[in-house]
């Protein structure tokens, strides 16, 4: 098992009700659903980061492509997925 923390957290009560409900619902403790969505918030939002700092790099080492030939690409992978069936 792993090893957990104590993590105290205000939150509004209506959001403490949903959590309460969601729990219920679901047959899971208030506190697992918790871990599980903060999880999966955080691992979203990390990622999204370093995707802005994988571009920002680029950008910096001049790796980019004009506005006129990023939309004709984009046209095109839209046109051809409009295409099949």
Wanted: hydrophobic fraction near 40%; glycine fraction near 4%; aromatic fraction near 4%.
């Amino acid at each position: 098992m792993a090893k957990t923390a104590t993590l105290t957290l205000r939150v509004s009560e209506e959001l403490k009700d949903k959590l309460g409900r969601f729990a219920e619902q679901t047959n899971r403790t208030p506190s697992s659903v918790a871990e599980r969505t903060l999880a999966a918030f955080l691992d979203r939002e990390l990622e999204m980061m370093a995707a802005v700092d994988e571009g920002l790099e680029d950008f910096r080492l001049g790796r980019t492509v004009p506005h006129d030939e990023a939309m004709q690409r984009i046209r095109a992978t839209l046109d051809k997925h409009k295409k099949q069936p």
